[in-house]
């Protein structure tokens, strides 16, 4: 039996500590959280087995311990932690930035035991009430060893993301930061400058916010996140941020002088390249973007109209596994949203809906 120690239950903490207990229902859960209805949630839930009010004795016994409080408190909850740990004890965290917490750590003479982690995995909602074992799974989990920790504790830990559902990636903390500082924290300084540029440029009548359609609200749903916590992440990884920012401000330039010229050969080479390599994202065989299965029926506005759908493909025995209304149609037809497990359903649910005289809308 294995004792995980959590300094920290919030949406990433309570997600794995969740899958834990999924996975190893005897496993021992240690958590600390400076908020206290996280921790009677937790031990309600049957997710915690102890529940500290402070950072001591009772974490002596864990075999992993997971740093998962703002990245801010690292330096003192490292230093709370180090009189308490046992050698043995494989000491990570979840944090979106590695490279500092790295320097934390061998500072404290602590490279031997530490293995950098995280979760590409999340949600603009937060805390323990917003966590979920589900989070994890199919979602790169990125390893950053130090040098010194020996290959045993790597390929223990490997062994357990894998168990959680998770896609393990080893990388060095600076590949990571440089990484990361594109595909996630660069998106998120996109977005909350995008939605301030809309807020800025709107009428006293609310017009723009009014009809923000799907695109908008696809681009700008990460704004939503935690403020403090994506302040944190641009104070820790400034560098690699300035340097990919300073070259998407140079590929905005370039644009706008497509549009100057009204270059009609180059905006379509700019939006089909993008589309070109985004869709390979979903045509890759691993990774967490997979192909949904989607269909959009445009349906009656009238009582019933979901049931009827939904009771056709329940007696042709097709299995929904979403299905909900979408509330605007700037991209694509339809207004009933139905998602299948995979291609076959998605494909018979079409013919049979057909055949009942639904107009159907396919999204890739």
């Not at 950098?116 to 805390?127: C, D, I, Q, W």
């Not at 917003?130 to 040098?147: C, E, F, G, M």
């Not at 223990?156 to 930061?177: E, K």
Request: charged fraction near 20%; glycine fraction near 6%; aromatic fraction near 8%.
């Amino acid at each position: 039996m294995n004792t995980y120690g959590f300094i920290g239950l919030g949406l990433i903490g309570g997600s794995i500590a969740r899958a834990i207990r999924e996975t190893e229902e005897d496993a021992c859960i240690v958590a600390y959280d400076v908020n206290g209805e996280s921790l009677k949630q937790a031990w309600a839930d049957g997710v915690a087995n102890v529940t500290a009010d402070a950072i001591d004795e009772r974490f002596s016994s864990c075999d992993y311990l997971f740093l998962c409080a703002p990245v801010q408190k690292n330096d003192s909850n490292l230093l709370l932690l180090k009189d308490y740990l046992s050698p043995d004890c494989l000491l990570t965290d979840v944090g979106s930035v590695k490279t500092d917490i790295h320097n934390n750590i061998h500072a404290l003479g602590l490279d031997a035991q530490f293995i950098g982690g995280h979760p590409m995995a999340g949600s603009e909602r937060v805390g323990y009430v917003n966590s979920k074992s589900v989070l994890l799974q199919n979602a790169y989990y990125i390893l950053t060893p130090t040098d010194s920790v020996p290959r045993e504790k790597l390929d223990a830990y490997r062994s357990l993301v894998t168990r959680l559902g998770a896609i393990p990636l080893v990388l060095s903390c600076s590949q990571h930061d440089y990484v990361t500082a594109a595909v996630s924290h660069l998106p998120h300084v996109i977005s909350a400058s995008l939605v301030n540029l809309v807020r800025d440029s709107d009428n006293a009548e609310g017009l723009m916010k009014m009809i923000a359609a799907g695109g908008f609200k696809d681009i700008t749903r990460i704004s939503s996140s935690s403020a403090a916590m994506w302040q944190q992440i641009c104070l820790t990884n400034t560098e690699n941020i300035e340097n990919l920012l300073d070259h998407y401000i140079a590929s905005l330039k370039e644009f706008r002088k497509y549009l100057e010229n009204k270059d009609s050969e180059k905006l379509y080479e700019t939006f089909d390249g993008a589309r070109i390599y985004r869709d390979s994202f979903i045509s890759a065989s691993s990774g967490p973007i997979k192909k949904s299965f989607v269909l959009m029926v445009d349906i009656a506005d009238e009582p019933g109209a979901i049931a009827a759908i939904a009771t056709i493909l329940a007696l042709n025995q097709v299995s929904i596994k979403n299905i909900g209304i979408t509330h605007n149609r700037e991209y694509e037809g339809g207004v009933l949203r139905i998602e299948f497990y995979d291609q076959k359903s998605t494909d018979q649910a079409m013919t049979i809906l057909k055949g009942k005289g639904y107009v159907i809308y396919v999204r890739d």
